[in-house]
Each structure stands twice: as C-alpha cells, then as structure tokens.
C-alpha cells in the first residue's frame, strides 16, 4: 500500500484539503499542514475532513508539529505524525 502525502498551504481552506482528498489515490493519505494553519484550528474542519476519509474509504494521517492541531486531532479520532512515514 503506497503512502500519498499532500501538501497544504498556511491559508488553504477546508473545502481545497477535502478535495485534494477526494482526488488521492491509494489507500493511505497523508496530509501535511504547516504549522499555524487556520484550518486545523477548528474541530469542525477536522471532523469534516475524517468524514471525508471515511466517505472516500481512505486512511488518513495528519504531518504537523502545531500542538493546538495534535490535540485538536487526537480529540477526534484522527492520526497525528510529526513527519511524513512516521509511525
């Protein structure tokens, strides 16, 4: 199973990360936020983006080393790695 790593921008929106999502092939996704990206410091953009996973059957892993984001993640359910094919 080949691992698929998307990048986001500081200021990129939920809807761009859930359709850059979408658009991934493979089982396995990771999804590398820079740190003090807007969009991983609400809980409702990271339940929308486990949705989305969870809708396209795709394993998903967020790459971040912002703390607020981590928690935020872990209150939802979703993988946190601090790099990208960590463990």
Not at 16 to 32: C, E, F, H, P, R
Not at 66 to 77: C, Q, S
């Amino acid at each position: 199973m080949k691992d698929n790593a998307l990048y986001l921008e500081v200021d990129e929106d939920i809807t761009s990360a859930i359709d850059k999502l979408s658009k991934a092939t493979g089982q396995s996704v990771q999804i590398v936020v820079p740190k003090r990206s807007s969009m991983l410091q609400s809980i409702i953009n990271l339940k929308l983006l486990k949705k989305a996973a969870a809708a396209s059957h795709k394993e998903l892993v967020l790459v971040t080393s912002d703390r607020i984001a981590t928690e935020l993640a872990g209150r939802v359910g979703l993988a946190v790695a601090p790099s990208i094919g960590a463990k």
